[in-house]
């Protein structure tokens, strides 16, 4: 059994603040971990993944993450938040290549 | 090029009718899915299909069927539609020996039933 959870259902931050999404997982077996990211209306984009190599991820628009099995967490993380990083995100685990866990999103907003 | 296409994006349809919304991608990928998300943002997995083979079927009504004519496309067919079948629905792709598991999405068809 596999399943994830995202802390915040919504976050807010100041415009050139850092960004902390919190997510933690759980899995029977060793997990990929990744971060999408949802624009209004859009589809979703995938930020970064982590599949068992090195713990800290670097991801796409400055976004990393830090995989630790001890906590068994994978939060997102930015030095400065843009206008533009407003926006949905999704915490997915995958055990095993048939199952996906999506969590159920944290909101960005950007205050300017 | 697109590598995850659907169509239409947008439905508007009446309740009971018959609709159907098509995936296709140029990825080279042998795994497809589909997902509803909700009002709320939260997405869940219905169907996956690798080598036009469903393996994975989630509890989703059987008005609900999945057509994969080949690799590259997975259709979604919605009999008898009903008030709560609005949503987006989001079609995907990955490849099966990718082990990093990465799916890549289309830009979601949205479905109103009125």
């Known amino acids: 059994a596999q399943s994830v959870t995202q802390l915040d259902s919504h976050v807010s931050v100041s415009e050139g603040t850092p960004v902390l999404l919190r997510c933690n997982y759980s899995?029977?077996?060793?997990?990929?971990l990744f971060w999408y990211v949802q624009h209004p209306n859009k589809g979703l984009q995938l930020l970064l993944k982590?599949?068992?190599?090195?713990?800290l991820v670097k991801g796409i628009n400055g976004f990393e993450a830090e995989f630790k099995k001890s906590e068994t967490s994978f939060h997102l993380t930015k030095p400065s938040a843009h206008m533009s990083d407003a926006a949905e995100y999704f915490c997915?685990?995958?055990?095993?290549?048939?199952?996906?866990?999506f969590g159920t999103g944290t909101k960005l907003q950007v205050i300017p | 090029d697109t590598a995850v296409s659907q169509t239409p994006k947008y439905l508007v349809t009446q309740m009971g009718n018959d609709k159907s919304i098509k995936c296709e991608q140029n990825?080279?990928?042998?795994?497809m899915y589909w997902y509803k998300q909700d009002s709320k943002k939260f997405l869940k997995i219905m169907f996956s299909?690798?080598?036009?083979?469903?393996?994975i079927n989630e509890t989703v009504p059987n008005r609900f069927s999945p057509k994969s004519p080949d690799k590259a496309h997975l259709n979604l067919h919605i009999n008898s539609l009903e008030l709560g079948d609005s949503a987006v629905y989001f079609c995907?792709?990955?490849?099966?020996?990718?082990?990093?598991?990465?799916?890549?999405f289309g830009p979601g068809t949205r479905l109103t039933v009125t």
């Open positions: 982590y599949t068992s190599a090195a713990t």
């Open positions: 997915v685990v995958r055990a095993g290549y048939q199952k996906v866990t």
């Open positions: 899995s029977s077996y060793s997990p990929s």
């Open positions: 299909y690798n080598n036009k083979e469903l393996i």
């Open positions: 990825l080279g990928h042998d795994t």
């Open positions: 995907a792709s990955s490849h099966r020996r990718d082990t990093s598991y990465e799916q890549y």
